[in-house]
């Protein structure tokens, strides 16, 4: 199945600043997906990449406090900006897992952002 | 969104007791995923499944889909230390964007030895 690698693992970040996480995906895939969690509780989907068209968000998420690329079908980033101390949380990027639906889908080890 | 109920929602257990997680749904799903995250790391896929009423067993662990494909569960046998983690159930939803899994809120379990 695909393996994700996701940088960085871990950042501290004052307020008013911007960052942004990396994923290098080792095979193509057509689709990638950003999530946030909260330690310890579920996964909110926040947006999907698709390679050659703009991200489209969920409700609640807006491109310009989290813009993201997706230059090609291996790499993308999600930049959370203008950070306030309620964007702590953790940033998991995922696609799919290769095999079909039963591959399920392969997530990064994520991004734990806390802002100061 | 089609919701997912998971529960319980925290666990915490000895080393050598069995246990069951549920998934419910008032929507049908094509097909659940059960993952279990550890900290630190991203979650890993278990199992899918897929048909109503199958049952599917890896080592300790069974899953099963209920008839109606609204609800799915998660049972371990003879639990161990290494068992502990954040299990969540997730089905495919037609999102804004496409098609990308909707999570339950997740079952958080600790074994003691």
């Known amino acids: 199945s695909a393996v994700i690698s996701q940088k960085p693992s871990r950042d501290i970040c004052q307020r008013g600043t911007s960052l942004t996480i990396q994923c290098q995906v080792d095979?193509?895939?057509?689709?990638m997906f950003w999530y946030r969690q909260q330690p310890g509780q579920s996964l909110t989907l926040i947006a999907t990449?698709?390679?050659?068209?703009?991200?489209?968000?969920e409700s609640g998420f807006v491109i310009d406090k989290f813009p993201i690329s997706r230059p090609n079908l291996t790499f993308s980033t999600l930049t959370v900006s203008n950070m306030s101390p309620e964007d702590s949380s953790i940033y998991l990027c995922?696609?799919?897992?290769?095999?079909?639906?039963?591959?399920?889908?392969?997530f990064g080890s994520g991004t734990r952002l806390t802002v100061v | 969104t089609q919701l997912l109920e998971q529960s319980p929602q925290f666990l915490s257990i000895q080393e050598g007791e069995n246990l069951t997680v549920y998934c419910n749904s008032s929507?049908?799903?094509?097909?659940l995923q059960w993952y279990r995250q550890e900290p630190g790391e991203g979650p890993v896929l278990l199992v899918t499944?897929?048909?109503?009423?199958e049952v599917k067993k890896l080592k300790r662990l069974t899953f099963q889909f209920g008839d109606a494909r609204k609800d799915s569960s998660l049972h371990i046998t003879a639990a161990q230390p290494g068992d502990t983690g954040l299990y969540l159930c997730?089905?495919?939803?037609?999102?804004?964007?496409?098609?990308?899994?909707?999570f339950g809120k997740g079952t958080s379990l600790l074994v003691t030895p």
């Open positions: 995922s696609a799919p897992g290769g095999g079909g639906i039963i591959g399920g889908y392969t």
């Open positions: 095979s193509q895939v057509t689709m």
């Open positions: 990449a698709n390679q050659g068209s703009e991200a489209t968000y």
């Open positions: 929507s049908v799903f094509s097909s």
């Open positions: 499944v897929v048909t109503g009423g």
């Open positions: 997730a089905g495919l939803t037609n999102s804004n964007s496409g098609y990308a899994l909707n």
